[in-house]
């Protein structure tokens, strides 16, 4: 509505002459000047300056409704998308709002491609099975995606849809994968995806993840250029959610938090508190992407883990309390252990821990995660394999990793009795060179 | 009441100059005035019995803290009936960042409500008219809600509020929830920017004072390098600081 002409606000002809003639064409250049600089810059008398601004404020402001009739819209159609992990649905009040940016941010590996993944999946479902029936966009900027782990995320977890004949690749061909490498790859290609949501069916928007391709790209630039690219892509997924009143769910990394901002998140007056202090100094996490990004999403999902557990923090939403659910990832995704959240006191619903001792991730491939937990003394195998153990897993002839598990359970009974850290890293590299090796021949 | 005050005041001594008052009159009129509860006591108490009608209140914090909420509550609690202690109004609300769940609105109402029967029962039994309106929906429809895109359309519903509040006498709230980001977002010239948004909030300041109603502003942090380390402050910068009559920085602890 800010581009509305002036000349087609029914002003009196002869003002509407003077705001042409000035150049002062749209409501936003009408509006984003004072009265006084307008006076100057036309030339007219203050009066006649305040009633044709009155005018073009009335024409240019977006209509006024009750809250009573957004309640009835809402009531009439569908305004969430279930993820169907009940404790979390109930928290949003349904699930992940249309018309809003949802936010999840999480080390790497504790499963947030995972939850995207799932989402892509409900959304592309029927709408008799309880799915949004339209076309997914899948903004891929890490290379993450996998459309077998997407396959079988969708055979255990709705086995009577994917065994049916076509119905796998009427899902899965519904998802649209872009792989911008980019920032300006990424900028172009979120110019197409407005008309394509225009034209087609899209039901939904993930950009996993965000933080690769906003931090990636401007490496050496400063934070204030930093924040001013990033300016762009912000509003515009915004607006974009608003105006197609579809959801936005992008993905957000992780980096540790240097001792300089330590004081990042308290106000002046707490500097010289030191009990504060070292409390921060423990939880030197935080999210890739600064507190501006933080102010605009509208729901953020925290995915940590600690106490040998992972979990699922709702640390900002304008419809639920400060919770965490404890969830595990399995063969058909995510799975909340507990459908009560427990409640979270304070400033801990911001923090994000990855302190996970016992749990040592080894290795990480796109489509799978190999863990290695020292309190159980076993390896595991997330992704393809979803949570079972080495022992199991192995059994699994036609995996295409057997061989590399194989390797792997010689070195576990190696080391069986004393693992540690300086043999996890050898054995981290050592696992990466076997994985490389595996990739170029499969290829 | 205020209307009444105000008027014996032009009458007086000094009703030569417009508009003014001694502050014996202003004094007796802020006590006959009446606050929009925070619905927390300890806040309340702090802010000298609510939020104040007539000034304009900023709230900052960051994000996921509960500005929001606050904001959501406010429209709410404004409209309180004058029977049960409240101001009996509507609210405005203006969401420049769709965070503005109205499910979230209707359970704050229902929670509200609840509350008002319990407290105030006895005082309810004189009023019967009073239990129809106290529905969560009837609270609902008294909120005025605008969602804006650009900070073109917020300076034009700010524009546009002369005239809607011109209609709609009962308004005792505005909230805009938040001011920050659109100005934030797309505003490159700085200068122009503080001029813009002091224009703004002198607009909402007269509203307050001519409608006698609270606005309040909800705004983002940022970061800020002071003496060599990082602070948190709240958004636009020190000119606007000055823009507001209260400011409360929410925070955990």
Redesign the interface.
Known sequence: ??NKLISEMGLPASIANVFAARNVLT??DA?????F?LVALLGLDLDQVRSA??R?????????????S??ED?ARSACHLPTRLRGLDDAL??GI?F??LTELVGPSGIGKTQFCLKLALLAAMPTCYGGLNGRIIYMDTESKFNSSRLIEIGKSSFPHIFQSEGMAQEMAGRIVVLRPSSLSEFTESLQQIKLMILRHDVKLLIVDSMAAILLGDNERSTTVQKQHSW?WP??FL??L???SQIPIVVTNQVRSQNN??V??????AQ?NDTSKTSERLESHLTAAL???W?????I?LIFEAHSGQRFIKV?????SPAVAFPFVVESSGISLLSHDGLEVT??E??TIHCQDQDTTFLTRGPSHTLIFDASLQQFSWLGNIANRDVDQASRIETSPSSIFLDLLLTYHSCFKCEIDQTICIWLHKFLLLLQLLIEVGQT | MSETSRFRSTEGSHGALKGAQTAWDMLSEEQMQKHITTGCEELDAILGGGIHCKEVTEVGGVPGIGKTQLGIQLTVNVQIPVECGGLGGKAVYIDTEGSFMVERAHQIAEGCISDLLDNTAHRLKDFPACPERLQPNSFLSNIFYFRICSYTEQIATINYLEKFLEEQKDVKIIVVDSITFHFRQDFDDLALRTRVLSGMSLKLMSFAKKYSLAVVLLNQVTTKFVEGSFHLTLALGDTWSHACTNRIILQSV
Not at chain 1, 263 to 268: A, G, P, V
């Open positions: 509505m800010s409501a936003k509006l984003s000047l004072p009265e600089d601004v009155a073009i404020s009335e024409i240019a402001c977006p209509p006024c409704r009750t809250a009573l957004l309640l809402r009040c349904g709002p018309g809003a300016r912000l509003s915004k607006s959610a608003e105006f300089d901002e004081f990042h998140y308290s106000f002046q500097k600064g507190i501006q933080a102010h605009a999403v509208t953020r640390s900002k939403s304008p419809t304070g400033a619903i911001c």
